[in-house]
């Protein structure tokens, strides 16, 4: 799918770095910074889906250790 990118010349040059660096495209640096950035959400979504699970769960073990 195509898509045009509209960022300031800094963020291009930013962009050229990265892909430079890792020896790949603009295009494929940008589609690698999308799909760490979803991971990264959906992993603190995981995460606090986890912890709210857990203190839900734990109420009353957390609300004795807190006393």
């Known amino acids: 799918m195509a898509m045009q990118l509209r960022i300031s010349d800094e963020e291009n040059k930013m962009l050229e770095e990265l892909a430079q660096q890792d020896g790949q495209s603009k295009t494929a640096t940008v589609a ?10 959906e992993a603190r979504a995981f995460t606090r889906a986890s912890l709210d699970d857990i203190s839900r769960r734990r109420s009353n073990l957390l609300d004795r250790l807190s006393k």
Do not use: G, I, N, P
């Open 32 to 41: 690698a910074l999308v799909r760490e950035e979803w991971e990264r959400r």
